[in-house]
Each structure stands twice: as structure tokens, then as C-alpha cells.
């Protein structure tokens, strides 16, 4: 059973990040084209453009993580830091940065006309700026601790330089991984649900002094379209969390199942809320469908459109 749960979950963890690649690589290509182009790119084009750079990064390291459990049986102490400094790098900024698109679209979207929200609506680009520099600090006393807890569990196998059990290497990664990634994490995760149920409040508040017969109209169309984006953002950032969480409390207790269900979870956020962000950008959905279209002429062996 063990042995065809973890071929199960090594395809479902391949498709993944097939697609998590194929989606942020789109969004880092159109918008570094266009920001050679035209010599200049918006804040939230700025923000994609790392953001999915960083889930490129968390992709590709929860798959090595996989592939190393699975095929390599030691680790060394300098491999171990490497792969958790990375993965929680990437983490980091991977969480940080959604937030901070949650709160620029709080401040974007909604027509509000409180003092301390235009106030904070002219500056939005200062404020995203000094809240990732504020991460920072947030960031180092993770990697110290991370550094302090590795010391410690080495120290209890006698110093030894590597870890010749595959369960014993596991477990002190995984367990590190994602018990630093909870306790760092809950900061900006609260930060993003306050701004997207404010935003999501927002849209509906609005929606609702809509006319009835307003169901073909342009305007009220895009927001009920923004409030889909928003909920599905907001129902996917709050499985990444609890997935850590859970599988946190589940490798505690060594039950393996329930860990890799969590994992797979996780991955769905980086892998699929990028989807999510290209259905909602006119420019990222209209490079999207010329790119299947291209594919499309080429498996049928047509000439490929120009525009």
C-alpha cells in the first residue's frame, strides 16, 4: 500500500509542478517583455513578476525535497542547511508577496472615502515597500532559529556530519520546514484574509446597490468576476496555511498519510493561484490564449496566426 501511495502522490506532485512552472514562467516572460518594451512596469507587474519567480523557486524545492526522501538514503548537515534556507527563502517571500497584492487590491479596488484609506491609498507603493523591508527581520529570526534547531538535533546524533536513516532525515527536515513555516507564517497569512474579506466585502456591498436587471451590465459583470478571483484566492491561501499546519501536526505523530495529503494541498496555492492571476489579468489571459492557439496550429500542422 505504502509503495503505491507514494507513486500516486509522486505523479500528482509531477503534474504540479509542470503546471505551476508553465503558469509563473508565463508570468515572468510577458511581464519582463513588456518591462523591456516599454521601460517601465506597473507595482502590481513588479510584484507578479517576483512573486511567481519565488513560487518557481518553492516548486522546484518541494519537488527535490520529495525526490530526495524517495531515492537518497543520507544527508549531510551542510545539504540539510542549504535546502532549508532555500525553501524557506522562497516561502518567505512567496507568502509576503501575496499579501502584499492583497493589500495593493485593497486599496485599488474598492471606492472608499475615509480619510486614513486615501491616505494610505496614495502611498500604497511606500507602504508595500517598508512592509517586505519589515518582513525581513521576520525572515533572519527564522533563519537563526532554523540554524540553532539544526545544531541541536545533530548534536543529539553525537556530532555525527550526516544522517545514514532516511526517516530520521526526513523527519528533522520536514519537521523544521514546517514548523518554522507555521509560526512565521500566521503574520501575513492574517494580513491577507483581513484585506481580502474587507475587498470581498467590498465587491458584494457593492453588488448588492447593483440593479437587479444590471446582469448584463460591463461594470457589474467585472465585479462579480473580481468576487470569484478574490473568493478562490482567498479559499486557496487558506488551504496553504491550514495544510502546513496539519501536516505539521500530523508528522509530529508520524502519520505519514495524512502528511502527504497536506503536501499535495499545499502545492495546489503556488501551482494554481497563478491559473488564478492570468484568468484576472486581461494582458496575462490574452498572452495565455495566443500561446494555446500557437500550440493548438502546431499539433494540427496549420500555419500559426501572426496576431
Known amino acids: 500500500m505504502v509503495p503505491v501511495l507514494h507513486s500516486i ?29 516599454k521601460k517601465e512596469l506597473s507595482t502590481v507587474d513588479q510584484i507578479l513578476i517576483v512573486l511567481a519567480i519565488s513560487r518557481i ?18 544527508i549531510t548537515t551542510e545539504e540539510l542547511k542549504i535546502i532549508l534556507f532555500s525553501f524557506t527563502l522562497s516561502s518567505h517571500f512567496s507568502l509576503w508577496l501575496a499579501t502584499a497584492l492583497s493589500i495593493f487590491y485593497l486599496f485599488r479596488i474598492p471606492n472608499c472615502y475615509w480619510q486614513i484609506f486615501l491616505y494610505l491609498k496614495w502611498r500604497i507603493k511606500q507602504l508595500i515597500v517598508q512592509m517586505l523591508l519589515g518582513s525581513l527581520v521576520f525572515l533572519v529570526a527564522n533563519m537563526i532559529q532554523i540554524t540553532i534547531n539544526l545544531e541541536e538535533r545533530f548534536y543529539q546524533y553525537g556530532g555525527n556530519t550526516s544522517v545514514n536513516s532516511r526517516d530520521t532525515e526526513f523527519t528533522i527536515l520536514i519537521e523544521l520546514v514546517l514548523f518554522n513555516m507555521t509560526m512565521f ?76 495529503i497536506c503536501m499535495i494541498t ?25 500561446v494555446l492557439r ?14
Not at 500528482?12 to 516572460?29: D, P, R
Not at 523557486?57 to 543520507?74: A, N, P, R, Y
Request: net charge positive; proline share 3%; with cysteine.
Open 185 to 260: 507564517s500566521v503574520i501575513p497569512f492574517s494580513l491577507a484574509l483581513i484585506s481580502f474579506l474587507l475587498l470581498i466585502f467590498s465587491l458584494w456591498k457593492h453588488l448588492q446597490k447593483m440593479p437587479c436587471n444590471s446582469r448584463g451590465d460591463p461594470s457589474a459583470t467585472a465585479h462579480r468576476n473580481a468576487l470569484r478571483i478574490l473568493v478562490s484566492f482567498l479559499l486557496l491561501y487558506t488551504m496553504y496555511y491550514l495544510s502546513l499546519l496539519i501536516s505539521w501536526v500530523a508528522q509530529k505523530n508520524q502519520s505519514e498519510l495524512v502528511h502527504i
Open 9 to 37: 502522490s509522486t505523479i500528482i506532485l509531477i503534474a504540479q509542478f509542470v503546471l505551476g512552472n508553465l503558469s509563473n514562467g508565463l508570468i515572468v516572460l510577458k511581464n519582463c517583455i513588456d518591462w523591456i518594451n
Open 266 to 290: 499545499s502545492l495546489l496555492y503556488p501551482s494554481f493561484h497563478s491559473y488564478i492571476l492570468i484568468m484576472g489579468n486581461y494582458k496575462l489571459k490574452q498572452t495565455s490564449l495566443w
Open 57 to 74: 523557486s518553492l516548486i522546484w524545492e518541494t519537488l527535490i525535497m520529495w525526490v530526495k526522501h524517495q531515492l537518497i538514503s543520507s
Open 294 to 307: 500557437q500550440l493548438g496550429c502546431r499539433m494540427k500542422g496549420q500555419k500559426t496566426p501572426t496576431a
